[in-house]
């Protein structure tokens, strides 16, 4: 029986993680790496210097301790490889080297041999591209899987600032509008997607959403969240999230409506 747990969920897995040879020390050496450094639970390797954003690591540490706070995530079990580029040239020749199927993408997360790697280049969106992919990496660096739509939902909540989470985030006033209409984004729809080429703009707004309402709406919708990543990280197949919070919370649906129509911090 363990056997088969187990399965199901490298299946899952394997669904929404890149796996490729890793790339090995070998290869880190060989980039000309303005800066190498360990910083908390990461393995920098950077193509420019740090020193103008030691505010973004700060917030990596911070988005650490709240996962571990909100949600239970534990610490990494090996660090977690960052490879930061000075341009999108030098990021796109690294990856087009060493993982020729990745997506063309301005930040990337795999995790290939164990091993969770963030990978970013310096752009306006940098600092958010960053939070984003770790947020990513610091899941799977505990979990053996997380659903797409829920994994997307949470680098979404994540990526901006942490003073802008609850309240900042552009997505929130869109939800507002909706939910004033009585429309909720059906989670089962969410559910459904395998690939990340089936997520447009309008999925991860909604992805954010229901993490939003997890985070800040009922404590039972919270307290299912905890206890749903509890049986993924025991390998005990967790079911669907979205029948585990119908189940704890009469009329679903209303209550996210209710929740964005209502909340304040």
């Known amino acids: 029986m363990k056997r088969n747990k187990i399965h199901l969920l490298t299946i899952c897995c394997l669904s929404i993680a890149l796996w490729s040879p890793a790339i090995g020390s070998t290869a880190r050496a060989d980039e000309p790496w303005a800066e190498q450094r360990q910083i908390g639970p990461f393995a920098v390797h950077s193509q420019f210097s740090l020193k103008d954003h030691v505010g973004l690591f700060a917030d990596l540490k911070q988005i650490q301790q709240d996962l571990k706070r909100c949600l ?6 090996a660090p977690i490889q960052m490879y930061l580029f000075a341009d999108k040239a030098n990021y796109r020749r690294f990856i087009e080297a060493r993982f020729p199927k990745a997506p063309d993408r301005p930040a990337l997360f795999i995790k290939s041999g164990g091993v969770c790697m963030v990978f970013a280049y310096q752009s306006k969106q940098f600092e958010i591209d960053v939070r984003h992919e770790t947020t990513h990496a610091l899941l799977h660096a505990d979990l053996p899987m997380v659903p797409l739509w829920l994994d997307e939902g949470l680098a ?3 990526e901006v600032a942490p003073k802008d989470r609850a309240l900042g985030n552009s997505y929130l006033g869109t939800m507002r509008l909706m939910t004033q209409f009585g429309i909720a984004p059906k989670i089962t729809s969410l559910e459904k997607k395998a690939n990340i080429s089936e997520m447009g703009g309008s999925h991860y707004r909604y992805c954010w959403a229901w993490v939003h309402f997890m985070l800040h709406g009922p404590r039972e919708a919270h307290g299912e969240l905890v206890r749903y990543l509890a049986d993924i990280r025991a390998m005990t197949p ?9 189940r704890r919370i009469p009329r679903l649906n209303k209550q996210f409506v209710k929740h964005f129509r209502t909340w304040q911090r």
């Open 72 to 77: 239970a995530i534990g610490d990494p079990r």
């Open 238 to 246: 967790p079911g669907q999230l979205s029948d585990r919070l119908s």
């Open 156 to 158: 979404e909540y994540f």
